[in-house]
């Protein structure tokens, strides 16, 4: 039985790693729990304690998107679309979100999206993330533009995956998946909607630049947000010096200061689906393709070889006005069919939207801002936190539907707000 698993109806909600019920349950919040964690109801919750917590051209590169931030609102909005039809009297107290995913089996149906730079937001906090993920069994994903190194991930959690955004030279490509493999990851997302930089103005307004350059308004910022000045930046810089971009490829990248930092990150216009099979034909491991808006792309991506499909507009962050990965999810899955897993992110913070993904067809989802902003404020106890409060919503949802396992979750179970009775979204 799954640490999320229910039998029992209430009995057992899911737990931290002791077993104490988390909040949202009958019971007070266990005394182990930090006590800045105790207000902590619902994922919009860290958000808000993370704005307080990190300067603001910190906060502002993890919150922020593209010009208008139209595509991060309607990310939000096509869940707010779909309500649900819930079935009575009906036993759910054998109830498990357990879900298998490349032959693996997890406790739960989500998991931690790739976020880069996450250890300026919180100390080390790759490897608090994949420790957090590790103990509770979920997947975590390492995004390529980290400050940490893969392998040091990979050692505290031989179960993540590795998220890589590949050049179009070949022997840079190869180069990178070597190392990746001789680290041990099995996983390898390869993330495609990066064809070029993105217009992210919103980090200009709040003072975020790559390469971060020092100003008095970031000085500032640090001095009347002392705990993440000393806890996180100081402790970083004392104890393993001025970051890196340590995996863009096989080599270390440039430190976050250096102007060379764009020559990591700059343009990949030249990628292209020859790219991919060339991969294909390299990786002996799951490679899993992130960023498909549609239909065309997804059945390209099957014919060559891929074993998973992440649908993703990039948490609205690439091509401002790009759909809700959640309106393009049921025409990819009706165009693949069930010859691969059909994965989705990009708005999730309630259980309730995993559960209408998956009632569209997504065979898992995967959630990246609330797991950072946990981290920030809370280290590895607020990300698993984070997690116990998504999986106890998505447990207490299924009963409150009248279900016991996921694959109950179909589109019967849920109306278009703006539809009637009867009607499918």
Known sequence: MGAFDTPGGLKRSATDLEGTPVQGSARTPPPAL??????????????NEARRHLPRPIFGYVSGAAETNASLRDNRSAFRELGFLPRVLVDVSKRTQKVELFGR?????????????????????????AQAAGRANIPMVMSGSSLIRLEDVVKANPEAWFQAYLPG?????????ERVERAGFGTLVLTVDTAVLANRENNVRAGFSTP????????????????????????????????????????????????SVMRDFGAKDHLN?????????????????????????????????????????????????????????????????????????????????VLKAIALGAAFVFVGRPFVYAAAIGGEAGVSHAINILASEI????????INSLDEMHPDRLLRLSGVAGTRP
């Open 273 to 353: 689906w020859r790219h991919l099979e060339l991969i294909r034909e390299r990786w002996k491991g799951c490679l899993v393709i992130k960023g498909i808006m549609s239909k065309e792309d997804a059945c390209t991506a099957r014919d060559s070889g891929v074993d998973g499909i992440i649908v993703s507009n990039h948490g609205g962050r690439q091509l401002d006005g790009t759909v809700s990965p959640l309106r393009a999810l049921p025409m990819i899955v009706d165009a693949v069919g069930a010859t691969i897993p059909v994965m989705m992110d990009g708005g999730v913070r309630r259980g309730s939207d």
């Open 169 to 177: 030279e070949p022997d840079r490509i190869l180069g990178l998946l």
């Open 34 to 47: 930090p006590r800045r964690l105790r207000r902590i109801l619902s994922l919009d919750d860290f958000e």
């Open 395 to 402: 447990s207490r949802n299924m009963g409150l539907l009248g």
């Open 212 to 259: 971060l350059r020092p100003s008095l308004r970031l000085a500032w910022d640090g001095m009347i947000r002392p705990n993440w000045t000393l806890n996180t930046f100081l402790r970083t810089l004392l104890k393993h010096g001025m970051p890196h971009f340590e995996n863009s490829y096989a080599t270390r990248g440039a430190p976050i200061l250096a102007r």
């Open 105 to 129: 089996a997890y406790a739960a149906p989500f998991g931690i999206a790739p976020m880069g730079i996450s250890a300026l937001s919180a100390y080390r906090g790759d490897l608090v993330l």
